[in-house]
T-cell receptor, first 113, second 113 residues
Framework: DGGITQSPKYLFRKEGQNVTLSCEQN?????MYWYRQDPGQGLRLIYY???????QKGDIAEGYSVSREKKESFPLTVTSAQKNPTAFYLC????????????FGEGSRLTVL | AQSVTQLDSQVPVFEEAPVELRCNYS??????LFWYVQYPNQGLQLLLK??????LVKGINGFEAEFNKSQTSFHLRKPSVHISDTAEYFC???????????FGQGTRLTINP
């Protein structure tokens, strides 16, 4: 079955630690995205990538970093510089020349203690 | 810049009653419109989309939405809801030719027995 796999589903970390969230897709999509979701704020775009070895900042990129070494993979690192990292993180993908429809993973919930 | 407004943050409804979730967007150019549903602690699933053609769009689980260009709206409706429809619903817009999808803040639909 084609889809997007995010791991881990739940993650607890202490303040000051960097954490990396995994996102893998086997849909052969060129574009991949990371969103952050907080209650009552909808989805906010952190980073996106349209091609391997290239990515762009979204609306709230500060305190986050990404890499795109393979088409299938787009990991997100939440660094210690992110002031309020506790949130639900969603990875998505899409074809590059389509209508913009996004396909989402199941999400990763990060709690910083 | 384009924006999406979901007019109600929460909508409580009794089971088997009809429901309408409202979505307005701001854009002077052609857009693609989407409704997604999110069940607790899960990713987003596409309910329906408007790309072109008929302004009444039918989706999964008995939902439908109507595109109204003059009012820049894309309201979601269901004639009779079930307990299983309890979820958060997101409206999203993409300007034709742009890469990013812009999301509304979400509407939490609660179905009471």
């Amino acid at each position: 079955d084609g889809g997007i796999t995010q791991s881990p589903k739940y993650l607890f970390r202490k303040e000051g630690q960097n954490v990396t969230l995994s996102c893998e897709q086997n849909l052969n999509h060129d574009a991949m995205y990371w969103y952050r979701q907080d209650p009552g704020q909808g989805l906010r775009l952190i980073y996106y990538s349209q091609i391997v070895n290239d990515f762009q900042k979204g609306d709230i990129a500060e305190g986050y970093s990404v890499s795109r070494e393979k088409k299938e993979s787009f990991p997100l690192t939440v660094t210690s510089a992110q002031k309020n990292p506790t949130a639900f993180y969603l990875c998505a993908s899409s074809i590059l020349t389509g209508n913009g429809e996004l396909f989402f993973g199941e999400g990763s919930r990060l709690t910083v203690l | 810049a384009q924006s999406v407004t979901q007019l109600d943050s929460q909508v409580p409804v009794f089971e088997e009653a009809p429901v309408e979730l409202r979505c307005n967007y701001s854009s002077s150019v052609s857009v693609y419109l989407f409704w997604y549903v999110q069940y607790p602690n899960q990713g987003l699933q596409l309910l329906l989309k408007y790309l072109s053609g008929s302004t009444l769009v039918k989706g999964i689980n008995g939902f439908e939405a109507e595109f109204n260009k003059s009012q820049t709206s894309f309201h979601l409706r269901k004639p009779s809801v079930h307990i299983s429809d309890t979820a958060e619903y997101f409206c999203a817009v993409r300007i034709q030719g742009a890469q990013k999808l812009v999301f509304g803040q979400g509407t939490r639909l609660t179905i009471n027995p």
